[in-house]
Every structure is written in structure tokens, then in C-alpha cells.
């Protein structure tokens, strides 16, 4: 197909050492979650997760990170590379990726100290400096075991190299082993691997050798660095630019530069109340210090973004992460100019915090590994009938259109896009906004014949007669679990979001819920004054904790009055009276209106309707 012009850096053609990549997207290493708890990659479902995402365009994928040692590991569940039992798996996975035309790094690491105590291994690293987020207690690893660990990853990437990978990166970055010799926060020796810039850099400096020897000159090596551990007393920027130049000279065909470790982890993965590109400067200092390729990453959701990357002379390569979890296709979809196809990532980190559970989870994409794109209309020929267009609504509606059936969606409301629409109106939520529009998109370019305005009643469906219907008409404000009395005018969150101004100057929010907290965080937001009530010990508790961190400082900052541990008993005209923590009853007075955040009932009205025929 046809390039588009306007995306020519970023679909022009690079080169880590010997090996050419048609394009600059990398689809950086996250861990899917696909392995067993002895290291043994699933190797059906991860080629059928990477091939997709070559299928879908990437120039490079990197892998999850692979532990050199059955201790190297970070999590319950990671692949090794430590033994070759271990290679099998990884020849169906890169001989996957070569089908589809594309090129795979594996990522080798070891966790050092961040390991959970309850996974039952021994953490070590180069002192003994406790996690301060795992709180586990590394034993200071002697010269002999780093002469080992040295030696492992040379053999870890011999194997990776067996096992069909284009290439090598190591994980230098993040808070892990090399990373906390490269740390001065975490690297307190004081023999040849300590005490200096050199003295620290000297572990990673072997590991890079190592793997150089064992793989040979042409295999391309990609060292991940976090140039900022954006802690009080870790790699700072400056020191960054030296490693790399370090890093540079002892071997690495490119650096891949990133940032953070464990303890900034809430900036390592940034989310939607983070800069899109947070990190790109990062990438661009670096870059003026060494002559090798450098790749850049963070919340770069845009190929507008990482187009601007490549041609202001940030980086040479783009890692698009999580962008390229929510849609495979990106690359192809936008070299192919159909943009408004690409479904956006929200940053809402649903993915990281899914891993605890098992394998990885996507807010917006349930089909990680078998998607198809373009899509085929299928041959089903039934009439269905789909009431409501939330994303509940929107996402049958189109893939029951592009499955052939024939699909009318009915939505009361003149706007489509049920909740999203007050979702997106938080601050810093637009990408939520931009969900919604896709979802609208893609039920049209499905077929869907839309009838906004319209509420689906049990009559039509008698008369019409389809084959199914779907009864995804959402939920409403449930009723307050306390006395209201008369007179005393209640407003709902969707009130909130849609008419602030009908509110008053000074606003309760009953229910410190997400829902409550977000409210308030926009009404603030607005200049309003607002005091949020919450039963529990924490607001925001059904948040990801990430997400949770900074809405709670954002409402510090703005003056917002949160009060936990508080259970209303009666509200009446401009005042609220409750029990508050162990304190006995307290009254709280002259508020201009009273919002109720106390939870959703399910609006069951058509589906009892139908019944009822």
C-alpha cells in the first residue's frame, strides 16, 4: 500500500548494528503473563499474542522480560531462558513472528532484590538495601556469584539466540539487578562494583561483554536503561547520559532508554494523568551523548507523537507499549491512512494490574491473540435488536454487524455512548472521549443502522419481531441508603458532570467511590468548593491504586475536604448528619446542594417489559 506522507520518518526503513527493521515502531517488553511457575513459556498462546502484533505492523517486537535464573525471576509466573529445556517454546513464538514477516528481540533479566517474599526465592543485589515497595531483604551478592550471574546471561542469550531471536536486550533499567548496581541509591559497595560512576557501571559493562562473546559481532544487542530513576538519590539524568555512552562502548547496538524503578513505579507506567511523551526528553539528552541508535517510550499514544519523536531528533525508534496491546494494527492502519480505525489505549493500566490475577487483561480489547483486521463480513443472518449504546451496547452492536447479521441499535438519548461520555469529562480523562468516538465509528463502518433519540419499548419488539435482542441499557443512581428529608433537593453525579453550575458554590458528594472522587476532582476543578463523604477508611478504594495516587493529590492540592470513616444517617435542606469514624454523630452544614455517589442499580425496565409479552 501506500505511504503516507505525513508519517514518512516513522515508516522509513532503520538499523540496530547489522539488521534492517521496515519501520520505527517497537512494541517495547511487557510481560503477558504466559508461562508456567517452572519458566516453561506457553508457547502456542504467546505466538499467537507477538504474531499478531507483527501481523499488525510493528518493525520490532521485544519480549516480556526472560530470567537468566530461576531467582532472576520477578513474578510468580515468568519464562526463563536459565536451561535448554526452556528453548522449544521460544522457536514457536519467533518462527510465529518471522511468518508474519516481522523481527523479535528477547529481553533477558534478573530481579534482584524485587522479589515478593512470598514467592519463596532468595532476593540478592549488590548491597544489602531493602525494597522499600516489595520490603524484601537481598543478600549482598559476593564476587564469585557476580562472576556467575555475568557468565549466566552470556549463556541465557547464546540460547535466546538458539532459539531463533533477531536479537538481545538486556534489562538495565526499572529498579531490577543491573539497574540497582547502576543506582548509587541502591549500590552501596565499596569494592571495584561500587563507589564510583565506573565502579557501577563495571556489572553491566561484563554483562554486555558476555553476551557479545557468546552471541558474536552481528547479532544486534539492545541495552534498556533508566536514565532517570526520578528518586531523591538515584541515576539522575546527567549520569544516564554517561552510562549509555558507557554502555555504548562496551558493546550495545542501541539503548533503549526508559526511566524509574520500583519505587517511582507510579511514573514508570504513566497513566492518563501523566504528559503523553513523558519520557521523550529522556531519549533525546542521550541521543546528543552517543552515536548508536536510541529508542524512546512513554504514553506515546499518537503516531503523530512518535512521528515528531523520529524527525526532531529525539530517537531513532519508538516503543508504542500498551498502544500496541489495545490495537495490533496500529502500524498498518495508520501507514495505510484509515487513523480513525486505530482503537486508542486509555493509559488506564487495567493491563499491569490484571497481571496479578493471571494473564494479561486490555480495558478496551478483549481479543489479545486472534483479532483480524481488515475485517471480513461474515455470513450470520439473524435480526438483532441492541438496546442502549454504552460500551456495553456499541461493542455487540459491531461485532455482531461484521459477524453479518443485521443489527439496529436503539439509544433514548440523542447522544450515543451512554456513561463514557460522563467518564470522559474528569480532567485528564479525554482518552475515554476518543474510545467512545471509536466505538461510534466502528459500529457505522460495520453496518450498524443507528436510531438515536429512540428507546427500544416491548411493543417494537413485538411488532418487529428480530431474532435476539440485547438489553444493555445500562444503570441509574440507586436509592440513598439514609433519610432524606422533604424539601431537600438531590442531584446525581450525571447531574454534576452535565449542569455544574446548577450545583452552587458549595457541594457535598455523598459516596467517595471513583465515581464521587472524579466528580470531585471536576468541580474543583471549576472553582467550586466541595467536601467529599466516603463510609469507608479510603476514598477511591475500587481505583487502581496508580490511578488512585494522583486523583487523592489532586484533590489535596485543590482544597478538596475528604472525609473517610463517615456514615450519613439523615440530609435534609443544605446540611448532612452522620455518624464519623468513633466520634458519635456530627452535622455538617450550609452546603448549596447535596450530590448522591452511593452506587448504580441496573435499569431493568425493557427487559422486564419483555418479559411481561
Given at each position: 500500500?501506500?505511504?503516507?506522507?505525513?508519517?514518512?520518518?516513522?515508516?522509513?526503513?532503520?538499523?540496530?548494528?547489522?539488521?534492517?527493521?521496515?519501520?520505527?515502531?517497537?512494541?517495547p517488553?511487557?510481560?503477558?503473563?504466559?508461562?508456567?511457575?517452572?519458566?516453561?513459556?506457553?508457547?502456542?498462546?504467546?505466538?499467537?499474542?507477538?504474531?499478531?502484533?507483527a501481523?499488525?505492523?510493528?518493525?520490532?517486537?521485544?519480549?516480556?522480560?526472560?530470567?537468566?535464573?530461576?531467582?532472576?525471576?520477578?513474578?510468580?509466573?515468568?519464562?526463563?531462558?536459565?536451561?535448554?529445556?526452556?528453548?522449544?517454546?521460544?522457536?514457536?513464538?519467533?518462527?510465529?513472528?518471522?511468518?508474519?514477516?516481522?523481527?523479535?528481540?528477547?529481553?533477558?533479566?534478573?530481579?534482584?532484590?524485587?522479589?515478593?517474599?512470598?514467592?519463596?526465592?532468595?532476593?540478592?543485589?549488590?548491597?544489602?538495601?531493602?525494597?522499600?515497595?516489595?520490603?524484601?531483604?537481598?543478600?549482598?551478592?559476593?564476587?564469585l556469584?557476580?562472576?556467575?550471574?555475568?557468565?549466566?546471561?552470556?549463556?541465557?542469550?547464546?540460547?535466546?539466540?538458539?532459539?531463533?531471536?533477531?536479537?538481545?536486550?538486556?534489562?538495565?533499567?526499572?529498579?531490577?539487578?543491573?539497574?540497582?548496581?547502576?543506582?548509587?541509591?541502591?549500590?552501596?559497595?565499596?569494592?571495584d562494583?561500587?563507589?564510583?560512576?565506573?565502579?557501577?557501571?563495571?556489572?553491566?559493562?561484563?554483562?554486555?561483554q558476555?553476551?557479545?562473546?557468546?552471541?558474536?559481532?552481528?547479532?544486534?544487542?539492545?541495552?534498556?536503561?533508566?536514565?532517570?530513576?526520578?528518586?531523591?538519590?538515584?541515576?539522575?539524568?546527567?549520569?544516564?547520559?554517561?552510562?549509555?555512552?558507557?554502555?555504548?562502548?562496551?558493546?550495545?547496538?542501541?539503548?533503549?532508554?526508559?526511566?524509574?524503578?520500583?519505587?517511582?513505579?507510579?511514573?514508570?507506567?504513566?497513566?492518563?494523568?501523566?504528559?503523553?511523551?513523558?519520557?521523550?526528553?529522556?531519549?533525546?539528552?542521550?541521543k546528543?551523548?552517543?552515536?548508536?541508535?536510541?529508542?524512546?517510550?512513554?504514553?506515546i499514544?499518537?503516531?503523530?507523537?512518535?512521528?515528531?519523536?523520529?524527525?526532531?531528533?529525539?530517537?531513532?525508534?519508538?516503543?508504542?507499549?500498551?498502544?500496541?496491546?489495545?490495537?495490533?494494527?496500529?502500524?498498518?492502519?495508520?501507514?495505510?491512512?484509515?487513523?480513525?480505525?486505530v482503537?486508542?489505549?486509555?493509559?488506564?493500566?487495567?493491563?499491569?494490574?490484571?497481571?496479578?490475577?493471571?494473564?494479561?487483561?486490555?480495558a478496551?480489547?478483549?481479543?489479545?491473540?486472534?483479532e483480524?483486521?481488515?475485517r471480513?463480513k461474515?455470513?450470520?443472518?439473524?435480526?438483532?435488536?441492541v438496546?442502549?449504546?454504552?460500551?456495553?451496547?456499541?461493542?455487540?452492536?459491531?461485532?455482531?454487524?461484521?459477524?453479518?447479521?443485521?443489527?439496529?441499535?436503539?439509544?433514548?438519548?440523542?447522544?450515543?455512548?451512554?456513561?463514557?461520555?460522563?467518564?470522559?469529562?474528569?480532567?485528564?480523562?479525554?482518552?475515554?472521549?476518543?474510545?467512545?468516538?471509536w466505538?461510534?465509528?466502528?459500529?457505522?463502518?460495520?453496518?450498524?443502522?443507528?436510531?438515536?433519540?429512540?428507546?427500544?419499548?416491548?411493543?417494537?419488539?413485538?411488532?418487529?419481531?428480530?431474532?435476539?435482542?440485547?438489553?444493555?441499557?445500562?444503570?441509574?443512581?440507586?436509592?440513598?441508603?439514609f433519610?432524606?428529608?422533604?424539601?431537600?433537593?438531590?442531584?446525581?453525579?450525571?447531574?454534576?458532570?452535565?449542569?455544574?453550575?446548577?450545583?452552587?458554590?458549595?457541594?457535598?458528594?455523598?459516596?467517595?467511590?471513583?465515581?464521587?472522587?472524579?466528580?470531585?476532582?471536576?468541580?474543583?476543578?471549576g472553582?467550586?468548593?466541595?467536601?467529599?463523604?466516603?463510609?469507608?477508611?479510603?476514598?477511591?478504594?475500587?481505583?487502581?491504586?496508580?490511578?488512585?495516587?494522583?486523583?487523592?493529590?489532586?484533590?489535596?492540592?485543590?482544597?478538596?475536604?475528604?472525609?473517610?470513616?463517615?456514615?450519613?444517617?439523615e440530609?435534609?435542606?443544605?446540611?448532612?448528619?452522620?455518624?464519623?469514624?468513633?466520634?458519635?454523630?456530627?452535622?455538617?452544614?450550609?452546603?448549596?446542594?447535596?450530590?448522591?455517589?452511593t452506587?448504580?442499580?441496573?435499569?431493568?425496565?425493557?427487559?422486564?417489559?419483555?418479559?411481561?409479552?
Open positions: 500500500g501506500v505511504v503516507m506522507t505525513n508519517f514518512e520518518n516513522l515508516f522509513s526503513k532503520g538499523t540496530i548494528g547489522s539488521l534492517e527493521l521496515k519501520n520505527r515502531i517497537i512494541m517488553a511487557m510481560e503477558p503473563g504466559l508461562a508456567d511457575s517452572r519458566g516453561n513459556l506457553d508457547g502456542e498462546a504467546s505466538a499467537a499474542y507477538y504474531g499478531l502484533r501481523r499488525g505492523g510493528a518493525g520490532l517486537i521485544i519480549t516480556g522480560n526472560v530470567a537468566i535464573e530461576p531467582n532472576g525471576r520477578a513474578a510468580a509466573v515468568q519464562p526463563g531462558l536459565w536451561s535448554d529445556e526452556h528453548i522449544p517454546a521460544w522457536k514457536v513464538v519467533t518462527k510465529a513472528v518471522h511468518d508474519e514477516g516481522g523481527k523479535i528481540f528477547i529481553q533477558l533479566s534478573h530481579a534482584g532484590r524485587e522479589v515478593h517474599p512470598l514467592l519463596g526465592w532468595e532476593a540478592v543485589g549488590p548491597s544489602a538495601i531493602p525494597s522499600p515497595v516489595l520490603r524484601s531483604r537481598p543478600r549482598e551478592l559476593t564476587l556469584e557476580i562472576e556467575q550471574l555475568v557468565d549466566k546471561f552470556g549463556q541465557a542469550a547464546k540460547r535466546a539466540v538458539e532459539a531463533g531471536a533477531d536479537g538481545v536486550e538486556i534489562h538495565g533499567g526499572h529498579g531490577y539487578l543491573i539497574c540497582q548496581f547502576l543506582s548509587p541509591n541502591m549500590n552501596k559497595r565499596d569494592d562494583y561500587g563507589r564510583t560512576l565506573a565502579g557501577r557501571a563495571k556489572f553491566a559493562i561484563e554483562v554486555v558476555s553476551i557479545r562473546k557468546a552471541i558474536g559481532p552481528d547479532v544486534p544487542l539492545s541495552f534498556r536503561l533508566s536514565a532517570d530513576e526520578m528518586i531523591e538519590d538515584g541515576i539522575k539524568i546527567h549520569e544516564g547520559c554517561d552510562y549509555a555512552g558507557i554502555i555504548e562502548e562496551a558493546g550495545a547496538d542501541m539503548v533503549n532508554v526508559s526511566a524509574c524503578n520500583y519505587e517511582s513505579a507510579f511514573y514508570n507506567l504513566p497513566n492518563y494523568y501523566l504528559e503523553e511523551g513523558c519520557f521523550i526528553d529522556l531519549a533525546r539528552a542521550v546528543k551523548n552517543i552515536s548508536v541508535p536510541v529508542a524512546t517510550v512513554g504514553r499514544r499518537s503516531p503523530k507523537m512518535a512521528e515528531d519523536a523520529i524527525s526532531s531528533g529525539a530517537a531513532d525508534f519508538v516503543c508504542m507499549g500498551r498502544t500496541l496491546i489495545a490495537d495490533p494494527f496500529l502500524p498498518e492502519k495508520v501507514r495505510q491512512g484509515k487513523q480513525e480505525e482503537r486508542p489505549c486509555l493509559s488506564c493500566n487495567k493491563c499491569i494490574d490484571s497481571l496479578s490475577m493471571g494473564p494479561l487483561v486490555c478496551v480489547n478483549s481479543r489479545l491473540r486472534d483480524c483486521w481488515p471480513e461474515g455470513t450470520a443472518s439473524k435480526k438483532i435488536f438496546a442502549g449504546s454504552g460500551p456495553a451496547g456499541l461493542t455487540a452492536a459491531y461485532d455482531l454487524a461484521w459477524q453479518g447479521n443485521d443489527v439496529t441499535l436503539f439509544e433514548g438519548e440523542e447522544q450515543l455512548g451512554g456513561k463514557l461520555t460522563l467518564a470522559a469529562m474528569p480532567p485528564r480523562k479525554h482518552p475515554i472521549g476518543e474510545f467512545r468516538d466505538l461510534i465509528g466502528e459500529a457505522k463502518r460495520a453496518g450498524v443502522k443507528i436510531k438515536a433519540g429512540e428507546r427500544l419499548a416491548g411493543s417494537t419488539v413485538t411488532e418487529e419481531n428480530p431474532d435476539h435482542v440485547i438489553v444493555a441499557t445500562g444503570s441509574a443512581s440507586s436509592k440513598p441508603p433519610t432524606v428529608q422533604e424539601g431537600t433537593a438531590l442531584y446525581s453525579v450525571h447531574d454534576g458532570f452535565t449542569a455544574p453550575e446548577r450545583l452552587g458554590e458549595n457541594v457535598v458528594i455523598i459516596g467517595g467511590g471513583g465515581e464521587g472522587a472524579e466528580l470531585a476532582d471536576f468541580l474543583s476543578e472553582g467550586q468548593k466541595v467536601t467529599l463523604l466516603e463510609m469507608k477508611r479510603k476514598v477511591a478504594l475500587d481505583l487502581l491504586p496508580m490511578l488512585r495516587f494522583f486523583l487523592l493529590r489532586r484533590l489535596e492540592e485543590k482544597g478538596v475536604e475528604v472525609i473517610p470513616r463517615f456514615k450519613v444517617q440530609v435534609g435542606p443544605g446540611y448532612v448528619l452522620g455518624k464519623r469514624g468513633k466520634k458519635g454523630m456530627d452535622r455538617l452544614e450550609g452546603f448549596s446542594s447535596i450530590v448522591i455517589a452506587g448504580l442499580r441496573p435499569l431493568r425496565s425493557l427487559a422486564d417489559d419483555m418479559e411481561l409479552e
